[in-house]
C-alpha cells in the first residue's frame, strides 16, 4: 500500500498542513518539527505527490491535459508544445486520454476531486464538451484548443478555419482550377462548415458556381479521401482539383488519383489542411493549409496560467492565423539534385 501524507503526520504527530508546509519549505515550523517531520519521510519511504507539495501553497503547479488519444495526427505536436511551454513556467503536467470512454471521465472527475493540477487544457474527445463545460462552471480554469470549431462558453484557442478555406480555394484559382472536388470532414464538426465556407465563398467571389455533386463526405480519414475520389470517378463528376479537409484524406486522395492513371498535379491539383508532418511524405509532396499547431498549443497554456493565476488581461478566446504551403501537388516542383 502506498505511503500518504496523513501516514508521515501520524508517524512525527503532526498535521497534514505540517508536513506540507516542511516540504515546501514554508510557515513559521520549529527546526525540531522539522526534524521529525523529516525523520518521518525518510524510515516510511514516502514520496510526496504534487497535490501534497501544493497543499501549503494552495497550487499543485501543474496542468492537467485531457486529450482523445495520442494517435491522432497533431495531437503529438501540440502535446510537446504545452509540455515545453508549462516547463519554462516551472509546471508540470498530468496527461488524461479519452480512450475508455466514461471510465476516462471518472478518472478525470477524481483527479479534479483530489485538486491534482491547478487548471486544465482540453482537446475533446468526442461527446465531452458538456461534462468539461460543468467542470469550468464549478470553478476549475479550463481552455479548450478547440480543432473542430465549437466555440465554448468557455476559454478556447482556435485555428482561422473559414480564412484556411478561402487560402485553399485563392491558391487553385490562381493556377487556373476552377472544377474543384471538395473531400469534407465530419459535417457535425464546425470547422468543416467553415473550411467549406470560406472555400466555396472564394470561388462565388470569382465567378465559379461549385458543382453541387463535387462535394463529397471523406470523416478525416485516409479511406474516406480515396473513397471520395472513387465515387466522382464513378458518377461522372469533372474534376481538376481537390480541397481535403485534412492531411490524412488528402492522403487518400492522392492514392485514389494515381490508381485511377491520373497525374498529379498535370490533371488534378490536390490540397490538404493542417500541414501535419505526413504531408511531407505523400508523392508529390503535399501543398496544404497549415495550422499553427505549435502555437496552439503554447497560446493555450499562456491564456491557461493567467486564469489559474486570476490575471485580470485573461483573454476568453484566441484565433490563430493558418497559412499556405505549396508543395508538389499543386505546382510542379524542381528534381531534387
Not at 490536390?270 to 502555437?295: C, H, K, N, W
Request: net charge negative; proline share 4%; glycine share 12%.
Amino acid at each position: 500500500m502506498a505511503i500518504t501524507i496523513a501516514d508521515v503526520a501520524t508517524r512525527a504527530g503532526v498535521s497534514k498542513t505540517t508536513v506540507s508546509r516542511v516540504l515546501n519549505g514554508k510557515g513559521e515550523i520549529t527546526e525540531t518539527t522539522v526534524v521529525r517531520v523529516r525523520k518521518a519521510i525518510s524510515e516510511l519511504g514516502y514520496v510526496p505527490s504534487a497535490g501534497a507539495v501544493g497543499l501549503a501553497r494552495g497550487s499543485t503547479q501543474v496542468i492537467g491535459m485531457l486529450v482523445p488519444e495520442m494517435s491522432w495526427p497533431w495531437t503529438g505536436t501540440v502535446v510537446q508544445a504545452v509540455v515545453d511551454t508549462l516547463e519554462r513556467e516551472g509546471f508540470g503536467m498530468r496527461l488524461l486520454t479519452g480512450n475508455r470512454g466514461e471510465e476516462s471521465l471518472r478518472r478525470l472527475g477524481v483527479q479534479v476531486a483530489a485538486k491534482s493540477f491547478d487548471g486544465l487544457l482540453v482537446i475533446e474527445p468526442e461527446g465531452t464538451l458538456g461534462y468539461i463545460a460543468e467542470l469550468h462552471a464549478s470553478g476549475l480554469p479550463v481552455v479548450l484548443i478547440d480543432d473542430r470549431g465549437h466555440r465554448p462558453g468557455f476559454p478556447y484557442v482556435e485555428t482561422m478555419n473559414r480564412e484556411g478555406g478561402e487560402q485553399a480555394a485563392r491558391h487553385l484559382l490562381e493556377i487556373g482550377r476552377r472544377r474543384p472536388l471538395i473531400v469534407t470532414g465530419p459535417e457535425g464538426y464546425g470547422c468543416t462548415q467553415e473550411r467549406l465556407a470560406g472555400f466555396v465563398d472564394a470561388f462565388t467571389e470569382a465567378g465559379v458556381t461549385l458543382d453541387e455533386r463535387g462535394i463529397s463526405s471523406g470523416g478525416f480519414l485516409f479511406e474516406g479521401g480515396r473513397a471520395a475520389v472513387q465515387r466522382a470517378l464513378a458518377d461522372g463528376v469533372g474534376f481538376d482539383a481537390v480541397f481535403a479537409h485534412n492531411d490524412a484524406s488528402a492522403a487518400g486522395v492522392v492514392v485514389g488519383l494515381r490508381e485511377a492513371g491520373l497525374e498529379i498535379p498535370r490533371d488534378v491539383a490536390v490540397v490538404g489542411f493542417d500541414d501535419v508532418e505526413l504531408a511531407s511524405y505523400t508523392y508529390p509532396a503535399l501543398t496544404t493549409i497549415r495550422q499553427p499547431m505549435r502555437e496552439m498549443g503554447e497560446s493555450a497554456v499562456r491564456m491557461l496560467l493567467e486564469h489559474v493565476r486570476g490575471s485580470p488581461r485573461a483573454a476568453a478566446s484566441c484565433s490563430l492565423a493558418t497559412s499556405l504551403v505549396v508543395r508538389g501537388t499543386t505546382v510542379d516542383q524542381p528534381a531534387p539534385s
